[in-house]
């Protein structure tokens, strides 16, 4: 079975801090793609970053930055200097060899700057 | 380049009616989703499509749901006889090439509300 978990329902920071989303994933797979979306107050997801189940290197755009561990089943994504502009509910989500082109989706974390 | 784009952004009708909804996707991507998400939630998968081959359904569509591709260009996803469960964003999604793992581009949704 796939499954993404979100635990944290909601976060809110003040502006400045930094931040960190959780996203603990389940897979019998042995290739699966691990995704963050971004869905802003707008409504429309976008598509934020990618990554393989072959390929563990932590990643860093900008003031994003993700830690992929295998070994624990996380893909947490952390934001440094937050901005009120990072306000949005963010989704993992994760695509299986195995499950052919279903995407699963956590329930999201809905992170809120405060200025 | 324009994005996905669906029709009607907006939707309200009454218990029993049939609705559809139009996606046009990102104009060279050969796949497109039709994803669900209601309140708190994160998106469900429905149905997917290859060029104008639906290869996939979700389990979570009933019969009364439906969806085309018919030059594999823009599709449709109709309601028949909606119910009050039915009420939430229908989102679709597109995305290019045979790659299990390519990241999906969204339309900002088409809300339904059923009375």
């Known amino acids: 079975a796939q499954k993404v978990t979100q635990a944290q329902t909601e976060i809110s920071v003040v502006e400045k801090e930094d931040v960190t989303l959780d996203c603990v994933y389940e897979?019998?797979?042995?290739?699966?793609?691990l995704f963050w979306y971004k869905q802003p107050p707008s409504g429309e997801l976008v598509f934020l970053i990618r990554r393989n189940s072959f390929d563990e290197q932590n990643e860093i755009s900008g003031r994003y930055s993700w830690n992929f561990q295998k070994s624990t089943s996380s893909f947490n994504f952390t934001i440094t200097a937050s901005q009120v502009v990072d306000s949005a509910v963010y989704f993992c989500?994760?695509?299986?060899?195995?499950?052919?082109?279903?995407?699963?989706f956590g329930t999201g974390t809905s992170l809120t700057v405060i200025p | 380049d324009t994005g996905v784009s669906q029709d009607p952004r907006h939707k309200i009708t009454k218990r029993g009616q049939n609705v559809t909804f139009r996606c046009d996707p990102i104009s060279e991507h050969n796949r497109l989703y039709w994803y669900r998400q209601t309140l708190g939630q994160g998106p469900e998968f429905l149905t997917y499509?290859?060029?104008?081959?639906?290869?996939?359904k979700s389990r979570l569509l009933s019969d009364r749901f439906s969806a085309e591709r018919p030059k594999g260009s823009f599709s449709t996803l109709e309601i028949q006889r909606t119910e009050q469960g039915d009420s939430a964003m229908y989102l679709c999604?597109?995305?290019?090439?045979?790659?299990?793992?390519?990241?999906?581009?969204f339309g900002e949704g088409s809300r339904l509300t059923v009375l």
């Open positions: 989500a994760l695509s299986g060899w195995n499950t052919g082109n279903q995407f699963y």
């Open positions: 499509f290859q060029n104008e081959a639906q290869l996939e």
């Open positions: 897979t019998r797979d042995t290739t699966y793609y």
């Open positions: 999604a597109s995305s290019f090439g045979d790659f299990l793992g390519g990241e999906l581009f």
